[in-house]
C-alpha cells in the first residue's frame, strides 16, 4: 500500500480531500512507474476538486505536475530508465490517479528526464507552468528587442514566461498584485512592473513604451485584460495570447479596434498541445533547464498529510510561487 491524497465528490478541501493508504500501482505495457518525490499543486487542480470538473471515477488522486524517480517499467519500455530522475506532464489529465501519492504509474513519453542541476520541487513545476509559458511565448512571435507584456509575472506560468520572452532578447513589462511580487520580480532582473491594484495598466504601458503599446501579450484572464486593446496597449499587428478567463461566457470584443490594426488573438490550453507542439515545448524547456537558464520560484512546501492546507494556499491568492507538496520519494 501507498499513502496518497484523494477525493471522492467535488467541495471545499477540507470538506473532501482524504489522506491514507491506496494500493501501489503497477506498470503495464509502454508505462512507468514513478516514485514521487514531489506533487505541484496547481490553479487548475484547486479549481477541478473544486467543482470545475465533475468528478468521474470513484476518486481522484489530484494534481498533474510531479517530479520523482522511475522504479519500474512496463513491457516495450527500456529497462535501463529504472533509476531514471524525471518530472511528469498532464499526470491527471483525463485519469483517476495524479500525483499527490507515493508512487504514479503512467505513459512513459509522459515521463521526462529531468536534469541533475534540477531540484524535484523546480521538476514539480514544468507540466503546467513552464510548458503554458513557453507555448505563450511561442504564440506570441517576439522579436529581439520587441516588448511584450506578461499579464502576473509573479505566478507560477507569468514567471516562466517572463524568462523566456528576455532569453529571445525581448523587453518585458509585467503586472503584480503586491509590491511583495514586485521586489522580487525586480531581484530577478524585472524592473517593468505594474501594480495593477493601484494604477492604471494601460496608462502605465503607455507611458513606458512613449505610446506605442506593446507587440504581445500574454494573458491569464481575457475577460479582464481584453480591454487593454480598446486602450491601445497592443500595437499594430499585435498578438494577444490567452491561456485563461475568470469569466467562462461571453467575453464582448471590440471588432472595430481588432481589424482596422491586424492585431490577432491565439487561444490555447495546454492539456491539449498537438504531438508537435508538445515536442518543440519539452525540447525548448529542457534544453532551458539543462543550461541553467531557468530560475524557478519555489513556493510553500507541504507534507502530503497536509495537501488540504496547500490546496488553501493556492485558492487563497497570497502564496509566492509554486505551492509544493512533498510525497517523500526521491
Known amino acids: 500500500m501507498m499513502q496518497a491524497a484523494w477525493y471522492e465528490k467535488n467541495g471545499p478541501a477540507d470538506q473532501v480531500l482524504q489522506v491514507g493508504q491506496q494500493p501501489v500501482p503497477q506498470a503495464d505495457a509502454g508505462q512507468v512507474r514513478v516514485r514521487l518525490a514531489c506533487s505541484g499543486v496547481n490553479p487548475s487542480d484547486v479549481k477541478s476538486r473544486a467543482g470545475g470538473r465533475p468528478v468521474r471515477w470513484n476518486l481522484i488522486i489530484p494534481h498533474s505536475d510531479g517530479a520523482g524517480i522511475i522504479d519500474q517499467v512496463g513491457q516495450g519500455v527500456d529497462a535501463g530508465r529504472v533509476g531514471e530522475r524525471v518530472w511528469l506532464w498532464n499526470a491527471q489529465y483525463n485519469r483517476a490517479h495524479g500525483t499527490a501519492a507515493e508512487y504514479i504509474v503512467l505513459p512513459a513519453e509522459q515521463a521526462v528526464e529531468l536534469p541533475e542541476n534540477v531540484s524535484f520541487e523546480a521538476g514539480a513545476c514544468m507540466g503546467i507552468p513552464a510548458l503554458t509559458a513557453f507555448r505563450a511565448v511561442e504564440l506570441a512571435q517576439i522579436e529581439p528587442e520587441q516588448t511584450v507584456l506578461v499579464i502576473g509575472g509573479a505566478s507560477g506560468v507569468g514567471y516562466y514566461a517572463v524568462q523566456m520572452a528576455q532569453a529571445q532578447g525581448a523587453r518585458v ?44 501579450i500574454i494573458d491569464m484572464d481575457l475577460s479582464t485584460t481584453i480591454a487593454l486593446v480598446d486602450a491601445h496597449v497592443l500595437a499594430q499587428h499585435g498578438r494577444l495570447v490567452c491561456y485563461g478567463s475568470n469569466e467562462r461566457g461571453v467575453v464582448p470584443l471590440n471588432y472595430g479596434q481588432w481589424l482596422p490594426r491586424s492585431l490577432s488573438l491565439h487561444f490555447f490550453l495546454v492539456y491539449e498541445l498537438t504531438h508537435a507542439q508538445r515536442l518543440r515545448a519539452l525540447d525548448g524547456v529542457q534544453a532551458m533547464l539543462r543550461k541553467g537558464l531557468l530560475e524557478h520560484h519555489i513556493g510553500p512546501t507541504y507534507p502530503l498529510a497536509d495537501v488540504v492546507l496547500a490546496h488553501q494556499a493556492v485558492e487563497s491568492g497570497t502564496s509566492l510561487g509554486n505551492v509544493i507538496v512533498n510525497c517523500g520519494g526521491g
Request: hydrophobic share 40%; glycine share 10%.
Open 173 to 216: 513589462i509585467t503586472t503584480v498584485g503586491s509590491q511583495t511580487k514586485a521586489a522580487f520580480l525586480h531581484e530577478s532582473g524585472v524592473h517593468d512592473t505594474i501594480l495593477y491594484k493601484e494604477e492604471s495598466v494601460a496608462d502605465r504601458v503607455l507611458a513606458m513604451t512613449d505610446g506605442a503599446g506593446v507587440n504581445a
